[in-house]
């Protein structure tokens, strides 16, 4: 059975915006799945009709196997979304905002308080839990965001770029969690701008462009189409000359750095032996920039584009 | 959801909503007591003994039903407009929508939320007239019935208000020019018999009039209605009417996402 099943899903806002045009996407249960695009390309619209802030034109959507046209109470009790944008009321105290949406779900006086409780210690957020909201960080209202997501234990788990803005801290445990969640059966879908969170995290992955899934595969599937990739050295001491080195296009980049682009099939093997005889000592090697990210820029481009410039 | 689980639902949002209004009762349940206070004074005890009869009531006893009228209706039509909206602007009203809760319920919970308060001002209106006026209530159940369905009523009108709202200003603008002009023509400083034509006939269609006049009735165990013909059953029927006309609105627009939902 998929966790999430969207068959010919379109939105038109007011105004005559085409959000989304007929998109498919499966996502199998017990996934963790990527959906990636560019700003405006639909994924916040998706999300919004799969949790009911977005009104859909038509298409279909079935969480767990319930169409949500059809059983929409149903649907909605297995679904947890964090959002974007912090939507709780920042004036109430930090336990008070879990539970209460603990029970609009509808759950017992203590069931809410038990689930509240684990996940603000599983957050780490259990000490705050008597202070107002609008007195934490960014990176704790984020933690509440997903608290309040998980408290009524959904099935299927929606995060809109949890991680945006927050410290490299909190987005490694934010990680290391949604890992354990997902491990113990929880699907995720996770939207995010940081592709290396996507490459690290997930099993599959669809992007979206100007609201058509331009891509959906396995992100292993996806990493093999990649036809070059550019590598940096570090280096151990200054150089001022390369060696040249038959069908590799290397670069100095500055004294202490080089860079290299090699083609698809081509191994390193023959760089790293070539500059070990050439007495240039490597401290240290690394992608230019992620794997995902230059796919995933080869396929949005076009959109990339025309963020950076404005329509022609 | 089952119907236990829509209970629970229901009392989280009723909760929520006493808490938010408790939590800032400096600016919820004090400041009406106070204006109160201060209508007593200045009209009823300066001006009102000036006045000298209202019917056959002093005019301090007749106006103390009018005024807790009109704390309730204010109450609780600027609970529900300013919690509902802030909720919209703040963008946590996505936390109930996200949810499996029916719109009723949401709904329910507001106007409760509005009730709550409205009659919480009620009580404290009450008790601050009993400083100033002998009270005694001629009908009870009739008197908490009818302010418990005017309560209603002016819940559902700011939730309706918040609905449509899109800014602090749209929030404002019907309390203003609509609510409060209404209160003060619907007979809460005087006896719609004194008023001449046209004005006599022209108040007939303000639905505040036969809210504060039924009341009057199950205080006082008289008022205008007698003297306008109309009896007491049309004048609650008028209050179901809007209710029902009201609650039908709020559903659609909810179920339609009105306001709520891109």
């Known amino acids: 059975m998929s966790a999430l099943s969207i068959k010919n899903l379109k939105k038109v806002y007011q105004g005559g915006l085409e959000a989304l045009r007929g998109i498919d996407l499966e996502v199998e249960k017990g996934d963790f799945f990527a959906l990636l695009g560019p700003n405006g390309a639909g994924k916040s619209t998706t999300i919004g009709i799969i949790s009911s802030l977005v009104t859909k034109s038509s298409g279909k959507v079935e969480i767990l196997g319930i169409d949500i046209d059809d059983n929409h109470s149903l649907a909605k009790k297995k679904l947890g979304v964090v959002g974007q944008e912090v939507n709780f009321n920042q004036f109430e105290k930090v336990g008070d905002i879990i539970r209460n949406q603990a029970g609009y779900y509808g759950l017992s006086f203590r069931e809410a308080r038990e689930n509240t409780m684990y996940y603000m210690k599983k957050l780490d957020i259990w000490d705050k839990r008597n202070e107002q909201a609008r007195k934490l960080s960014g990176g704790m209202k984020r933690r509440i965001m997903v608290a309040k997501a998980l408290v009524n234990k959904p099935e299927l788990l929606i995060l809109d770029e949890p991680t945006a803005g927050v410290d490299i801290e909190l987005r490694r445990s934010l990680w290391d969690f949604l890992t354990e969640i997902n491990n113990s059966g929880t699907s995720i879908i996770l939207t995010t701008h940081y592709l290396e969170e996507a490459e690290r995290l997930c099993r599959n992955i669809a992007i979206i462009d100007n609201g058509e899934i331009v891509e959906n595969t396995s992100m292993q599937e996806l990493l093999t189409r990649l036809e070059v990739e550019t590598f940096v050295f570090d280096l151990q001491e200054d150089i001022s000359n390369l060696p040249k080195i038959e069908n590799y296009e290397l670069r100095i980049e500055n004294p202490k750095k080089i860079s290299v682009t090699i083609q698809k099939g081509q191994g390193l093997n023959e760089i790293f032996s070539l500059l070990s005889n050439s007495g240039i000592k490597i401290a240290s090697m690394r992608n230019e920039t992620g794997r995902l990210e230059e796919l995933f820029l080869g396929l949005v481009e076009s959109t990339i584009k025309e963020e950076n410039h404005g329509p022609h | ?262």
């Open chain 2, 1 to 262: 959801m089952d119907p236990i689980e829509q209970i629970r639902a229901l009392a989280t949002i009723l909760r929520k909503e006493i808490h938010r209004f408790m939590r800032i009762w400096m600016q919820t349940l004090i400041p009406p007591a106070i204006m109160i206070m201060l209508y007593f004074v200045i009209f009823g005890e300066i001006i009102g003994s000036r006045i000298g009869k209202m019917g056959e009531f002093d005019y301090m006893q007749f106006m103390v039903p009018g005024l807790i009228m009109m704390s309730v209706i204010s109450n609780s039509y600027s609970n529900v407009v300013s919690s509902f909206f802030g909720q919209k602007f703040a963008r946590s009203v996505e936390e109930l929508l996200i949810t499996p809760l029916p719109n009723y319920i949401i709904l329910v919970g507001w106007v409760l939320g509005g009730v709550a308060r409205g009659l919480m001002v009620g009580a404290i209106v009450t008790v601050v007239s009993l400083f100033f006026s002998e009270l005694t209530v001629a009908n009870w159940p009739l008197a908490i019935f009818v302010v418990f369905l005017t309560s209603v009523l002016f819940s559902l009108g700011g939730f309706l208000n918040a609905l449509f709202a899109e800014s602090f200003d749209d929030i404002s603008i019907i309390p203003t020019f609509v609510l409060q002009p209404l209160i003060y023509l619907g007979g809460v400083f005087y006896s719609i018999t004194l008023l001449g034509e046209p004005f006599r006939t022209i108040s007939l269609a303000n639905p505040i009039l036969y809210m504060v006049n039924s009341f009057r009735h199950a205080i006082l165990g008289a008022s205008d209605l007698a003297s306008l013909g109309i009896s007491l059953n049309v004048a609650i029927g008028m209050i179901l009417f809007f209710i029902a006309l009201f609650s039908s609105i709020s559903l659609w627009l909810l179920n339609t996402g009105k306001g709520i939902r891109s």
